[in-house]
């Protein structure tokens, strides 16, 4: 009896005969636990379970790979930034508001839509008639948010219904004008502060100023305006309802508009330079982007069907004018330059140029209000002794050195104005040549 209780059960065919007593009862222990978990299971398939006589087991805390420094040797890591960028800036979303400017009827909201491929007013309503008889210009925003492959983007739009709609429109610009100010002036005024990480950017990225295709050329409220937003905001010319016109019409009013900025020493946005490593297609775009300017565009936010195919068009008794051809419209062109391709230059020169001169006046004015403020305790003080003379001496002489940097400001702001007028004639001669040849 104690011989046949010490002789060992017979190993299975399938176990090596090199395996271990530990390593059969460690098989036998699995066979169980996979037995049971099959029985609990109702099922028993013998050739889907783990035979652990036969396969070792994996370990449980796998060891690491080791880098290669050998191959990175010479990479320091500096290379990711833009992609750090990136993420933090698709993380945060951007923000752009437009305005948009024009007299009823001329496709404003329409042109909107098209271009977002939103519905920004499906909620408005149309005054009646007695509301029409005392038109006056006011401001409107709305705000909508778009995402597109990841990427969010904040729209305000800014309308002014009421403009040029009355009789007399010599103070329709003031509106416009005050509202562009105020977001300056609220936006100093939050960058003054103490809490400057969570400042919201209202101010206007872009202006879009329509013009009616009936006229020769801009009215003279047209140039009124322009006149006093050019150098505030970014303004970009855009003829409504072109379809009005056919193609040298256009071609004509195009080339009165631009004359008429000229002689009234009107500066609309510059493109910037390509660079001198850009691919052909891209300057070749934005040769094609700078000789359309002013765009005459065509809105529609009805979807037809020509030929087989959907587009966005318009229909009429003698065909189909097709929005999204640059062959009927020039709406494809500035859907381009306003989102794809310099949405974030228009920020940037907003941020570089228009609000750097705002912010040089603001800066002047509170130094110009603290002199006089100054100068009055100067005069009720005079009678003091010499110790304290000589402390107003030294605070004179302060002030002098602030009053030339201010000056000196100035002059720079003046030279960046002169160069940027320079530039502009430059690129109006260049446009004019395209518009020959």
Do not use: Y
């Given at each position: 009896?104690?011989?046949?209780?010490?002789?060992?059960?017979?190993?299975?065919?399938?176990?090596?005969?090199?395996?271990?007593?530990?390593?059969?009862?460690?098989?036998?222990?699995?066979?169980?636990?996979?037995?049971?978990?099959?029985?609990?299971?109702?099922?028993?398939?013998?050739?889907?379970s783990i035979d652990a006589t036969t396969k070792t087991r994996p370990p449980l805390y796998p060891k690491p790979k080791t880098p290669s420094f050998d191959k990175d040797r010479d990479y320091i890591g500096f290379a990711t930034l833009p992609e750090q960028v990136h993420r933090k800036s698709v993380k945060r979303g951007f923000e752009f508001t437009l305005m948009v400017v024009g007299e009823s009827g001329l496709g404003k909201s329409t042109l909107i839509n098209s271009l977002f491929l939103g519905d920004l007013y499906k909620n408005r309503q149309m005054p009646n008639v007695e509301e029409r008889i005392e038109k006056t210009t006011r401001v409107e925003k709305k705000t909508m948010d778009i995402e597109e492959r990841g990427v969010r983007l904040r729209l305000t739009v800014v309308?002014?219904?009421?403009?040029?709609?009355?009789?007399?429109c010599e103070d329709s610009w003031r509106v416009c004008t005050q509202y562009i100010d105020e977001q300056f002036r609220q936006y100093f005024t939050d960058e003054s502060g103490l809490n400057r990480r969570n400042i919201q950017d209202n101010r206007v990225h872009c202006c879009l100023y329509f013009v009616p295709p009936w006229?020769?050329?801009?009215?003279?409220?047209?140039?009124?305006?322009?006149?006093?937003?050019?150098?505030?905001?970014?303004?970009?010319?855009?003829?409504?309802?072109?379809d009005c016109l056919n193609k040298t019409e256009v071609r004509k009013l195009k080339e009165r508009i631009l004359q008429d900025l000229e002689d009234n020493h009107i500066q609309l946005y510059q493109f910037p330079e390509c660079d001198s490593d850009e691919d052909d297609d891209f300057k070749q775009q934005d040769r094609e982007l700078k000789a359309s300017i002013p765009f005459a565009v065509v809105g529609s936010n009805t979807i037809l069907e020509v030929a087989g195919k959907k587009v966005r068009g318009r229909q009429y008794p003698w065909g189909v004018v097709n929005v999204e051809d640059a062959e009927h419209s020039d709406f494809i062109k500035l859907r381009t330059f306003l989102i794809s391709?310099?949405?974030?230059?228009l920020k940037d020169t907003t941020q570089d140029v228009h609000y750097e001169n705002f912010r040089a006046q603001c800066i002047s004015?509170?130094?110009?209000?603290?002199?006089?403020e100054r100068g009055k305790l100067k005069r009720d003080s005079i009678s003091s002794t010499n110790g304290f003379?000589?402390?107003?001496?030294?605070?004179?002489?302060?002030?002098?050195?602030?009053?030339?940097?201010?000056?000196r400001m100035q002059d720079m702001l003046t030279q960046m104005q002169e160069k940027l007028k320079q530039t502009h004639l430059m690129e109006m001669k260049k446009n004019d040549s395209v518009i020959d040849v």
């Open positions: 009896m104690k011989q046949q209780q010490s002789t060992p059960p017979p190993l299975p065919q399938s176990q090596p005969p090199s395996l271990s007593q530990a390593g059969g009862a460690a098989a036998a222990e699995g066979s169980v636990v996979a037995n049971a978990i099959s029985n609990l299971n109702g099922t028993n398939n013998n050739n889907n309308d002014t219904p009421g403009f040029g709609d009355a009789i007399n006229g020769h050329s801009l009215r003279q409220m047209d140039l009124d305006l322009i006149r006093r937003l050019h150098r505030k905001v970014n303004i970009v010319l855009v003829i409504g309802k072109a391709t310099h949405m974030q230059d004015q509170i130094s110009q209000h603290a002199l006089r003379d000589a402390a107003i001496s030294e605070t004179d002489r302060l002030l002098l050195q602030k009053d030339e940097e201010i000056r």
